[in-house]
């Protein structure tokens, strides 16, 4: 049998942790939760992570990619995806695959919520192959 891969997962947004939590445990994943950067810091050095699913703008607007940074020094082979609200919120696009190097954004792929689980999904299982 095959080892459940852990997805870290950090929002401030109890309602949506919850609701993809249980849609990570049904898909077949191991899920830790945290409700900010400093707490989703804190469960890195408790568990490692298959992979990191988190948001942009927690504590602070741009907590996640603090987050991101901090998780890719620790280790660059845990993929981050950030699902953020950012672009409906501010009109400002953040598109890793965009015009221009976006390489201070530490995050492997970037998806704007609301982001579907299936959608999700495909990108975790996409970044978990490489």
Do not use: C
Request: net charge negative; hydrophobic share 40%; proline share 2%.
């Amino acid at each position: 049998m095959d080892k459940k891969r852990t997805v870290l997962l950090v929002d401030d947004d109890v309602d949506y942790l919850f609701q993809m939590k249980l849609q990570f445990e049904n898909g077949g994943y191991s899920v830790v939760t945290a409700e900010s950067s400093k707490s989703g810091m804190e469960e890195l050095t408790r568990v490692k992570p298959d992979i990191a699913v988190i948001d942009l703008m927690m504590e602070d607007t741009d907590s996640g990619f603090t987050l991101a940074h901090k998780i890719k020094s620790l280790d660059t082979n845990i993929p981050v995806i950030m699902v953020t609200a950012v672009t409906s919120e501010t009109g400002i696009l953040l598109d890793k695959a965009s015009s221009g190097s976006r390489d201070w954004i530490k995050a492997d792929a970037v998806l704007a919520k609301p982001v579907r689980f299936e959608q999700l999904k495909r990108e975790i299982e996409k970044l978990l192959r490489r």
